[in-house]
């Protein structure tokens, strides 16, 4: 258990010091930027309550406010990724349930739950992030060309990060 | 309370969803200047819609304030209006009196207490002798005469109404003149008879009535009410039966009416008397 809080809260500095040393800078054909913290919210162990699963979403998004000088507009989209999680995990439960010891990753769950379960979740996030930004639905088109580019660069990295990073 | 808590507690994970959210957002529209710009529009927008909605519902509400504001502002035109037929008739006439003086003065009041079903009813008033009010001021009412007050104290003042029986109003017809002596007879609120109308009168039922203003009370013309049925009385008299101007069941807002004259006139008055 401690062990496990211990991992997640490397994890957590090492995904927000990652978003904003590295990501952040690169910024592909002038708006499109990868944001994988949210990697963290995808990581948490299957059984984490509800309530822990909202309010460390709320402290990541807030804490990569704090770098990006976008006060709440992460930790608004990541709320409601975090809100969306359990219904994500329920819709695409295997039929006899989560095993014990198994955690949302790649490696336990195969690629293709991992990419669907990673694609909705990020693109949700995205969705509120890219749409609270421009705060207003006149540009509806535009900026939903912007959430998907975005979304698709996230799920690359987060996709590629599985293979390179967690392993095991 | 209880339930309230057990629904909390059951969906405590949308609860505290929504609250993060309004949490962030609040925290989105206080820090970037953008979308606060773009929020106050949408709210100026929204409040403007509810002020339109709700405004005319605000305006029926303060009618009872912008009565007292008309009536204010009446009452300073009447004692305007009054001062300029001075001047007219002063200048007309070749008077050393540069000065034009009102003869008549406007109080407003409101009508808190009034009785219109006793054979001896009263009127009582909001303003006393603290606003100007003396016994024997005429009151009247937009529509027409209401009464003279009768008693007077720091605050308050009680009139006699047309419809009482100790009420005598000289009252003439518009028409051609003729004056007579208005009274009532205890029957119904808006029934005044008017005698002492000579026998070779022309009258005709709708014929106005107005003040005689020979009373030194009330100033001249203002309308006490119709003529509805008249007979022959004694041979050499008519007794009028008017339709009472003003309805005493409706009334709220009233003049006091101040003869700034009136002493000069009853002084002469009694001197003449005399000899």
Known sequence: MIKLLGRNIIRFVVLVLAQILV????????????YIYVLFILLLPFETPGWLLLLTGFALGITVDLFTQTPGMH?????FMAFLRPSVLEMSAPRDGYEAGTFPRLYYMGFQWFLRYTVILVLAHHFVLFYIEVFRFSEFFSTLLRVLLSSL??????MLSQYFIYRK | MRNLLRLIIRYHFFFLFLLLEAISVLIVV?????????????????????LETFGGIREYLILRQTNRDLQMENTLLRNQLDGMNRKLQTDSGHSSDSVPRRQFSYIPASVINASTNKQFNFITLDKGRHHGI?????????????GVVYAVSGDFSTVIPMINRDFRLSAKIKRNGYFGS????GAGYNMAILEEIPYHVDLHPGDTIVTSGY???FPEGILVGTVHDFEAVEGNFYSITVDIAVDYKKLSHVYVIRNLLREEQLELERITGND
């Open chain 1, 23 to 34: 990501l952040n800078n690169i910024q592909v054909s002038g708006y499109i930027v990868p």
């Open chain 1, 75 to 79: 930790a608004a989209a990541t709320v």
């Open chain 1, 153 to 158: 660069f996230s799920v690359i990295l987060i």
């Open chain 2, 30 to 50: 206080q820090n970037n200047s953008f979308q606060r710009a773009r929020f106050i529009g949408v709210t100026r927008s929204v409040e403007g819609f509810f």
């Open chain 2, 134 to 146: 003396e016994p024997e001021m005429a009151v009247i009412s937009p529509r027409g005469v209401v």
């Open chain 2, 182 to 185: 208005l009274s009532w007879m």
């Open chain 2, 215 to 217: 009373s030194a009370i």
